[in-house]
């Protein structure tokens, strides 16, 4: 199992820019499909973006055109670049890692590696 260890959350002003990052370690990412979920108080753990091994990418709907991921397999991490950042983009984010990688699943139980999750707080 890999582990994953995200960073760079915060408290931003709406129109904002944060990002975040995901380091694994204890095996290579490999083939994995790399996703990035976030959970709001209340609300169920949802996909926001995905990227497979070879760079292939999901966004939920919410975020498209505002978050940007990417994955540097030779350093093991993957990022997500979020940009006009809104008060409803506040959760605790969590990168996860799928070891299948066949195709990027929205399903949470899919996914076999989970950081431990990073705050984004963003005012407005």
């Known amino acids: 199992q890999v582990q994953l260890v995200e960073s760079g959350g915060g408290l931003v002003q709406a129109g904002g820019s944060l990002r975040l990052s995901c380091a694994a370690s204890?095996?290579?990412?490999?083939?994995?499909?790399m996703g990035w979920f976030r959970q709001a108080p209340g609300k169920e753990r949802e996909l926001v973006a995905a990227?497979?091994?070879?760079?292939?990418?999901y966004y939920a709907d919410s975020v498209k055109g505002r978050f940007t991921i990417s994955r540097d397999n030779a350093k093991n991490a993957v990022s997500l670049q979020m940009n006009s950042l809104k008060p409803e983009d506040t959760a605790v984010y969590y990168c996860a890692a799928d070891r299948r990688g066949v195709a990027v699943s929205r399903d949470a139980h899919d996914y076999d590696s989970w950081g431990q999750g990073t705050q984004v707080t963003v005012s407005s």
């Open positions: 990227i497979t091994w070879s760079g292939n990418r």
């Open positions: 204890g095996r290579s990412l490999g083939s994995s499909v």
